[in-house]
């Protein structure tokens, strides 16, 4: 199967500055690559999503990079605020279905006000 | 649309116990899932299923069972609840054609196995 791994498994930033999150992947047929987002007490969210034929996707403050070479994916937070506090989690996919779905560990983004 | 919904929030059991997970959506999706989420551990799939009638194995399905006898519901059923499966359990739902990998979930049920 795919293995995920993601880091760090914790981030802690100032509101206002911008938050890194990073994921490696191991099978190189996986080509969907969904993150996240879990605020406390409730399910995961889908935030952003990018596919292997794009290098990058952004959407407002959230952005995220592929680079298949090397087989790792980033979220980008910029101008973080006090509501981007979550858990987020990385994922990736080599086709339809949830077997074929592999999700990261999750990293605790805090943003401190 | 109310979505993935699942029921109860929360359960404690005595190891043994059986109980079942409600899960529903009212979207026709066709896949719907089960995960539980440990600390540290990220969400893993324990079952999920194609369509009304077809459910298959996930990376962690043992101690548990599903049925899909509907397209709307996806019960998660402990035979025999152990300690081990304290956990956050997710159930969540894909809708057909090119999104299917997207997942919609639902807010979790927590339980306890004392």
């Known amino acids: 199967g795919e293995n995920v791994e993601q880091h760090p498994s914790t981030l802690s930033v100032q509101e206002g500055d911008s938050a890194v999150i990073k994921c490696t992947y191991s099978?190189?047929?996986?080509?969907?690559f969904p993150w996240y987002k879990q605020e406390l007490g409730k399910g995961p969210q889908l935030i952003i999503d990018?596919?292997?034929?794009?290098g990058e996707k952004k959407d407002q403050r959230i952005a995220v990079t592929l680079n298949k070479t090397a087989k790792h994916f980033s979220l980008h937070i910029t101008e973080t605020q006090p509501e981007d506090s979550a858990v987020y989690f990385c994922?990736?996919?080599?086709?339809?279905?949830?077997?074929?779905?592999?999700f990261g560990t999750g990293t605790r983004l805090t943003v401190i006000p | 649309n109310a979505g993935v919904t699942q029921t109860p929030k929360f359960q404690v059991l005595k190891t043994g116990q059986s109980m079942t997970l409600q899960c529903a959506q009212d979207?026709?999706?066709?896949?719907m899932s089960w995960y539980r989420q440990d600390p540290g551990m990220g969400l893993r799939l324990i079952h999920y299923?194609?369509?009304?009638?077809?459910?298959d194995q996930g990376e962690v399905p043992n101690g548990y069972n599903v049925s899909r006898s509907t397209t709307e519901d996806f019960p998660l059923r402990l035979l025999s609840a152990a300690p081990s499966q304290t956990s956050v359990y997710f159930c969540?739902?894909?809708?057909?054609?090119?999104?299917?990998?997207?997942?919609?979930f639902g807010p979790g049920t927590r339980l306890l196995v004392l």
């Open positions: 969540a739902s894909s809708p057909p054609g090119r999104n299917q990998e997207t997942q919609y």
């Open positions: 099978d190189s047929a996986s080509n969907y």
């Open positions: 990018i596919r292997s034929n794009v």
């Open positions: 994922a990736a996919s080599k086709g339809t279905g949830a077997n074929n779905l592999f």
């Open positions: 979207m026709n999706h066709e896949y």
């Open positions: 299923s194609v369509g009304a009638g077809i459910t």
